[in-house]
Structure formats: C-alpha cells, structure tokens
C-alpha cells in the first residue's frame, strides 16, 4: 500500500458545532499522522479553486458561500492509503445515504453542512494540499519521530 497525503477540512459547520477534536480524534485513533494543520476562513477564490470541478452545477454557489462563511480546519493526513481510508470515514456525501459509523453517519443531516471535505483521489489531493498549504508548513513525520525516539 503507498503511503498518501489527502486533504481534510472540517467545513464551518463542524467548527461551529465543536467537532474539530472528534473529526482530529478519529484519525489519529485511525492511525494516520497528522502532517499539517490550520485554521483558516476560506475566501471566493480559493473556494472556487478547491471546488473547480462542481463549477456550474445548481449547488456551486450555495456551496462557496457556506464555506466561506466562517473558519474552515485544513489538515493534511498521511498515511497507507490515506485517501480513500478518510473517504472511507467520512462516509458518503449525502448524510441520508451515510452509515453509522461514519463521522458524516454520526454528526451530519444536510448535505449541505456535512461536517468533512476529504480528496477523493491521490493526484486531486496533491492538488487540494498545494492549495491551502506551503511545502515547509507540513511535517516530514518520518524524520521527526526519529528525532523524538533519539
Ligand atoms: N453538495 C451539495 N449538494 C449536492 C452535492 C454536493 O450541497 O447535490 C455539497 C456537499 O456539501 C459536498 C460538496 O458539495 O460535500 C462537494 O460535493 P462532492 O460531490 O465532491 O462530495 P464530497 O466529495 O464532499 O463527498
Ligand atoms: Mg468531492
């Protein structure tokens, strides 16, 4: 299994709601590393780049303005397959369709406010990270735990 990096965001709901520590929670529990981590109000254009590909579709503008609404968490998790494991988490898009389990199964009703954004493949999520991310703001964990176990 390769080792990934995906993008998460917990979407101004979930700041709101307090759910950044669970979202956080259960991917350490999981077993990712943390890798970066930020909080930060997302404004037009980094939304309308972070969500090209829904450009014109009914939902888009609906879907920039809640997520420039308030402060968005932008985490970068790594880990074996790190992308379609946080996927996998998350649960489906439409909390109505979302198991239990899942951490939009367990905190979400809205499709629209539904707590997570997580990539959806590895070459989008390289992309989603260069978006909101500096290469010297995330964490080589390997070297790191070296110097933490020295
Ligand atoms: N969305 C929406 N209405 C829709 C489809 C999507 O409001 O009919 C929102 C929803 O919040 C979703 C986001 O747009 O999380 C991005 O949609 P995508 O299909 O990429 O879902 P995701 O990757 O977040 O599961
Ligand atoms: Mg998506």
């Given amino acids: 299994m390769a080792i990934e990096r995906t993008l998460v965001l917990v979407k101004p709901d979930g700041v709101q709601r307090a759910l950044v520590g669970e979202v956080v929670?259960?991917?350490e529990q999981r077993g990712l590393h943390l890798v970066g981590l930020k909080?930060?109000?997302?404004?037009?254009?980094?939304a309308e780049r972070h969500y090209a590909e829904h450009a014109g579709k009914a939902f888009f503008?609906?879907?920039v303005t809640f997520i420039t609404a308030a402060p968005v968490v932008a985490m970068v998790w790594?880990?074996?397959?790190?992308?379609?494991?946080?996927?996998?988490?998350?649960?489906?898009?439409?909390p109505a369709n979302a198991a239990p389990g899942t951490i939009r199964g367990e905190t979400a009703v809205s499709i629209g406010a539904n707590v997570?954004?997580?990539s959806d493949g590895a070459e989008r999520a390289e992309q989603e990270i260069a978006l909101f991310f500096q290469?010297?703001?995330?964490?080589?964990?390997?070297?790191?735990?070296?110097?933490?176990?020295?």
Avoid at 39 to 46: A, G, I, P, T, V
Avoid at 78 to 94: I, K
């Fill in 116 to 118: 997570v954004h997580g």
């Fill in 135 to 150: 290469p010297g703001e995330l964490v080589d964990w390997e070297s790191a735990q070296e110097r933490w176990l020295s």
């Fill in 25 to 27: 929670g259960r991917f």
């Fill in 61 to 63: 503008e609906s879907l």
């Fill in 78 to 94: 790594e880990g074996p397959s790190a992308v379609a494991l946080v996927r996998t988490m998350m649960g489906a898009t439409d």
């Fill in 39 to 46: 909080l930060l109000r997302m404004n037009r254009e980094l």
